[in-house]
């Protein structure tokens, strides 16, 4: 009788294990997704669809604007990053995580942004092109899925 057992493989199934035990393979599948979605929220829409006129919602508006207009605050025409109160929405967007790595958290703090892209969206940024943040959730969500699935797929097979 042998006084030892040779198992051909059990360091790479112990490997494995351990990856999917620390759901790694979910972690990073996780992460992977919310850099694609990332990318997806920073796209701009086309600048000749934002060159139209925007009416005035309020008399209060106009006003604010014609003061911010004067003194400088503000441009016409706006220019994309150039502006001078452009905070450049598209590179702000940053990625963090909770719960170890299984809540991933996609956020912008441009101030303007929940009038852009946000639940408070203006029917101007609607009509020019702009992607609410649940619109861009919504479409990338089977691709996120299939990244998960991948992921796990290709730990399971290693």
Same mark, same amino acid.
């Given at each position: 009788?042998?006084?030892?057992?040779?198992? %051909?493989?059990?360091?790479?199934?112990?490997?494995?294990?351990?990856?999917?035990?620390?759901?790694?393979?979910?972690?990073?599948?996780? %992460?992977?997704?919310?850099?694609?979605?990332?990318?997806?929220?920073?796209?701009?829409?086309?600048?000749?669809?934002?060159?139209?006129?925007?009416?005035?919602?309020?008399?209060?508006?106009?006003?604010?604007?014609?003061?911010?207009?004067?003194?400088?605050?503000?441009?016409?025409?706006?220019?994309?990053?150039? !502006?001078?109160? !452009?905070?450049?929405?598209?590179?702000?967007?940053?990625?963090?995580?909770?719960?170890?790595?299984?809540?991933?958290?996609?956020?912008?703090?441009?101030?303007?942004?929940?009038?852009?892209?946000?639940?408070?969206?203006?029917?101007?940024?609607?009509?020019?092109?702009?992607?609410?943040?649940?619109?861009?959730?919504?479409?990338?969500?089977?691709?996120?899925?299939?990244?998960?699935?991948?992921?796990?797929?290709?730990?399971?097979?290693?």
């Amino acid at each position: 009788m042998p006084d030892t057992i040779t198992i %051909k493989g059990l360091d790479k199934l112990t490997k494995k294990i351990k990856n999917i035990e620390g759901l790694k393979p979910v972690i990073a599948a996780l %992460k992977a997704g919310a850099t694609h979605i990332k990318g997806k929220i920073a796209e701009y829409p086309p600048a000749e669809r934002a060159h139209r006129p925007q009416p005035f919602i309020s008399d209060k508006q106009r006003r604010w604007f014609f003061a911010a207009l004067r003194s400088g605050e503000i441009e016409v025409p706006y220019r994309r990053t150039f !502006s001078p109160n !452009s905070e450049t929405l598209s590179k702000k967007w940053t990625i963090g995580e909770r719960d170890g790595g299984l809540t991933q958290i996609i956020g912008n703090n441009v101030s303007y942004g929940p009038f852009v892209q946000g639940n408070k969206q203006t029917a101007f940024h609607r009509v020019t092109g702009w992607k609410t943040t649940d619109q861009v959730a919504e479409e990338e969500a089977e691709t996120v899925n299939k990244f998960v699935q991948e992921h796990i797929e290709k730990a399971l097979s290693d």
